[in-house]
């Protein structure tokens, strides 16, 4: 080759020496021969600290670099071994790929740019590697990305959440900084260990910076927080308030459809059996009319509501209790607060069981459903938290290792992300 110095720039090896490049028939593409430049050479892989040489290690290797055109490209260079004092015996570090790394770290860092905003088919067809693969490059990029920043630095309005990531209880529980919108911890399981780790990690003197602490109703979550952050106001989560209401909803109207379901058998006149049909089939449809915001209701739906209300009543009492929920909540404040008020009693009266026990159900968290109103946290955060969760359990689909999808939620919500090579930086310079 020519000009070896247009290779190196090509490849993005400015601290590296390009010493030839050849086509190989077996790899099916084009290997650069390359060797850091003097001052990068012989340093510890792991901490990057000249050391002396120590052997020529298991001789030339190869790393996957970006695409030239449509030729895949690698870099192969010797790989010897340092002995470095704090690390023992070690593969020499390379400028071009992270410790241990088959790939360089351009491409590392694509991947991980691209696996965030692309179908996992899609980007693996693309970049020509499996989604293993694209797993362990993640996890590699998101620990560099670890390494650099303090998620958990400045925090004071955290969200905790538990979310399931796979059918038959498996959990992550994952904290959100409400007031950046950034995902900032996730682990597997959802119990007071796990969330003790986040406690341990963030360490007592920024636990007690906490002002507020949102999170659904689960005991062992008011239990860690309580113990750890006693100072933190802790805060419902509307969209879990709203959601028991939604699901006691449901089970009346499936109460209601079976029972219609039912006297259909007891009719023997054919035109009557043919009515409650028609109307078991219109309540068994009238789920999202019932479930749906009033505001967002197609012409159609709204027709349904009115038909409930005139010939179901138990069911649209039902939809007006969990209208009323809704309410107290989209008023927020005091009016929030007397709603509520209202709410609780109106429950307590409905004869309808299942509301009634909703409204024991709510009475046992008015302490933090009433801080949830009157604290500055707006439902809108807390929503856009729980858009972010649905997004986290989609990534899901694909991963054998919870550890993997954890490191691309981070890379997706985390706030920070690799730069795409050779492009200007498109992150906020850090603030740490
Ligand atoms: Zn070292």
Redesign the pocket.
């Known amino acids: 080759m020519p000009n070896n110095r247009i290779w190196a720039d090509m490849l993005g090896l400015d601290r590296a020496v390009v010493e030839g490049v050849v086509f190989d028939e077996d790899a099916g593409g084009l290997v650069a021969s390359v060797r850091p430049k003097a001052r990068e050479a012989g340093r510890?892989?792991?901490?990057?600290?000249r050391?002396p040489g120590y052997d020529a290690g298991r001789g030339r290797r190869r790393w996957r670099a970006l695409d030239a055109g449509t030729l895949m490209v690698w870099i192969e260079a010797d790989a010897p071994r340092v002995a470095?004092?704090?690390?023992g015996v070690?593969v020499a570090g390379v400028p071009w790929a992270r410790h241990g790394a088959g790939h360089t770290r351009d491409f590392d860092d694509q991947v991980a740019w691209m696996a965030t905003r692309m179908a996992q088919t899609t980007a693996c067809r693309l970049l020509r590697i499996a989604w293993p693969t694209v797993g362990s490059i993640i996890t590699r990029v998101g620990a560099d990305i670890d390494a650099v920043h303090d998620r958990l630095a400045g925090l004071r309005r955290i969200g905790i959440d538990e979310i399931s990531y796979k059918k038959g209880q498996k959990y992550l529980t994952i904290v959100v900084d409400h007031d950046s919108g950034r995902l900032v911890w996730a682990a597997v399981g959802a119990n007071t260990a796990t969330l003790r780790a986040f406690f341990d990690q963030l360490g007592p003197d920024r636990a007690g910076e906490l002002t507020h602490i949102s999170a659904d109703a689960a005991p062992w979550i008011a239990l860690v927080c309580d113990q750890s952050a006693p100072q933190a106001a802790r805060i419902a989560d509307p969209f879990h308030i709203v959601k028991w209401a939604t699901e006691e909803l449901d089970e009346v109207r499936k109460g209601l459809w079976r029972t219609i379901r039912r006297s259909e058998g007891t009719t023997r006149d054919h035109r009557d059996k043919r009515i409650s049909k028609t109307e078991a089939l219109s309540i068994k449809r009238s789920r999202w009319a019932l479930w749906k915001n009033p505001e967002n209701l197609t012409e159609r739906q709204a027709a349904k509501l009115d038909w409930i209300a005139k010939t179901h009543p138990v069911l649209h009492h039902a939809w007006a209790l969990k209208e009323g929920l809704r309410t107290v909540f989209r008023l927020g404040g005091e009016a929030g607060v007397d709603a509520l008020d209202r709410w609780l009693k109106w429950a307590a009266r409905c004869r309808i069981p299942g509301f009634v026990r909703l409204g024991q159900r709510v009475r046992a968290q008015r302490e933090p459903i009433e801080a949830s109103l009157r604290s500055g946290l707006s439902n809108g955060l807390i929503e856009s938290t729980n858009t972010k969760i649905r997004v986290l359990t989609r990534m899901a689909y694909g991963f054998k290792s919870p550890e993997t999808l954890i490191a691309l939620a981070m890379l997706a919500l985390g706030g920070h992300q690799p730069d795409l090579p050779g492009r200007p930086s498109t992150n906020p310079p850090t603030q740490e």
């Open positions: 510890c892989g792991v901490c990057r600290r050391c470095c004092r704090e690390h070690t």
